[in-house]
């Protein structure tokens, strides 16, 4: 997050990790990056040591699915996956300390620069896809959970969708232009979530092809080091359909190359184009009813604000409307 929580400050951050970690963190700084986690790093010795990331967890469940999904990234990076950028554990052993609505965890601080998202060339994407295939061949450490089709926040949107008609939103700065947008684009909305649907009772039907998938292979999760790429971020790591890795990864090469580099590595190379579109979906749709649940509620317009609002007029919704049902 681009502004730090107030319930949960440097200060309240460096205090947590120097006891519960045991680590001789002397600074924190809170880092403003990301859409959904805050971060602070951590320094010791004049230099960077460790990154703090703090999770929302007051939903139901959401701290124990953290959990799971860190403690089998863990096993993956010990068992020799070097690409896998795990977790510390606390000093007692567990994955994180909750901190109010927070669950605060921590992973070494890593020199290396990530990307906007997008792949530059066949040579990055070959790069990951190298790692993708190691990881969709890996056993399933113990713990780790299957994908569920339990689009978050789309009943909300259902909802949400049933109102646009009605009054305006006066829930901050924001609230009408995003109640404006929706009302425009509702019926394609809807044809959406009902084909969202069908492909899930597709994918369920093939459960006996999924794998391990980190979810969100994108360039803002990897750090490019010279050792070669790493991917932080595992805490979307289920089993799953492959292409909820691979949909952009090599639906947009430019040639064979990170297909080959996939295969080479025990990938397959037949690739379902209805997991495509599942996935697809899944990324906008849930965009696009996080979004729009945030902006019909109460909001100030802070840094945060401004930069989703403006992914979800310039970017979520125009992808949505070029996404056929």
Known sequence: ?????????????LRLVQRNWGVKALTTVHLPRGARASHWVCGAARRPRWLATADDVSAPGRQSELEDAYAAARHLAGSGLHFVVATIPAVDGS?????????????????????????????????IARELGT????PRPPGVREWRADLPGSRQLAELLETVDGAPWDSGPFGESVRIALRDSRTHLVGLLSRFDVLVEHALRRRDRWVLTHGEPHTANVLWRLGGPVLV?????????????????????DGAEPLSAYVGMGGSADLDA????????????????????????HHEGDADEVRSHRAFVDEVLPRVARTRR
């Open 95 to 127: 994955t994180g300390v909750r901190h109010g609505r927070h669950l605060l965890t921590l992973t070494a601080y890593l020199e290396g620069e990530s990307g906007p998202g997008e792949y530059a060339d066949d040579n990055q994407r070959a790069l």
């Open 135 to 138: 990881l969709h061949a890996a």
């Open 274 to 297: 209805d997991m495509v579109e599942l996935f697809d979906l899944e990324w906008w749709l849930q965009e696009t009813a996080l979004l729009a649940i945030r902006f019909s509620t």
């Open 1 to 13: 997050m681009l502004v730090e929580p107030d319930d949960l400050t440097a200060p309240d951050v």
């Open 233 to 253: 971020d595992w805490e979307s790591l289920r089993v799953a359909p492959r292409e909820r890795d691979l949909r952009t990864l090599l639906r947009d090469a």
